[in-house]
């Protein structure tokens, strides 16, 4: 069974920043492309970036482009999320999730094409 444990949010004023940490357990962490979305209240869940399994492939929803990072460190079995000049519009539970199939990309934005998911961590930006 494979999880997925999110950490490093909190409450951060505008124009901080944050670094959110996905550690997954799994021998097979360097096959799955990942990705991080996020779910404000009284909102649908929405993609905000992604990785590819080699880690050379990085994706990001235009409302973030600029501003976040997405990395991982296969040794560490870690995905990661640097959120820079952060704003009160992305406050919101932030979750990471593994792809379905391995060695694959897909459609990154697709959250159909991710089979797991962690619990979330949240994130809230002050005015």
């Known amino acids: 069974q494979v999880q997925l444990v999110e950490s490093g949010g909190g409450l951060v004023q505008a124009g901080g920043s944050l670094r959110l940490s996905c550690a997954a357990s799994g021998r097979t962490f360097t096959e799955y492309s990942m990705g991080w979305f996020r779910q404000a209240p009284g909102k649908e869940r929405e993609f905000v970036a992604g990785i590819s399994y080699g880690g050379s492939r990085t994706y990001y929803a235009d409302s973030v482009k600029g501003r976040f990072t997405v990395s991982r460190d296969n040794a560490k079995n870690t995905v990661y999320l640097q959120m820079n000049s952060l704003k009160p519009a992305d406050t919101a539970d932030y979750y990471c999730?593994?792809?379905?199939?391995?060695?694959?990309?897909?459609?990154?934005?697709?959250?159909?094409?991710?089979?797991?998911w962690g619990q979330g961590t949240q994130v809230t930006v002050s005015s």
């Open positions: 999730a593994r792809k379905t199939k391995g060695l694959w990309v897909g459609v990154m934005t697709a959250s159909s094409e991710y089979a797991y």
